[in-house]
């Protein structure tokens, strides 16, 4: 099986910057795109931002300028680098991964247990 632990939530006020980190680890084959959703009281998960095992990133409009997402292909790492904080940032932030693992090459999609980002005004 393949797992996720997540880190770098905390409270932060607005402007600030937090860094989110999410391994993953397991008997991985590879691992085709890691991302970031985050999903606030009351309201549905979304994406915030997706990075392809070659690089390509795509980002929520909400977050465009504000956020970069990158990994790290040899520790099986996704980072998510989150400046100019907003209280609308406020959310759990969950990373996800999709790829295969094990001998037989079999597809996962998993997701972490989420951290918490609160921006205070």
């Known amino acids: 099986q393949v797992q996720l632990v997540e880190s770098g939530g905390g409270l932060v006020q607005a402007g600030g910057s937090l860094r989110l980190s999410c391994a993953a680890s397991?008997?991985?084959?590879?691992?085709?795109?890691m991302g970031w959703y985050r999903q606030a009281p009351g309201k549905q998960r979304e994406l915030v931002a997706v990075?392809?095992?070659?690089?390509?990133?795509s980002y929520a409009d909400s977050v465009k300028g504000r956020f970069t997402i990158s990994r790290d292909n040899a520790k099986n790492t996704v980072y998510l680098q989150t400046n100019s904080l907003k209280p609308e940032d406020t959310a759990v932030y969950y990373c996800?991964?999709?790829?295969?693992?094990?001998?037989?090459?079999?597809?996962?999609?998993?997701w972490g247990q989420g951290t918490l980002v609160t921006v205070s005004s």
């Open positions: 996800n991964a999709v790829g295969r693992y094990g001998d037989y090459y079999r597809s996962f999609a998993v």
């Open positions: 397991g008997n991985i084959f590879n691992i085709n795109s």
């Open positions: 990075i392809t095992s070659g690089g390509s990133t």
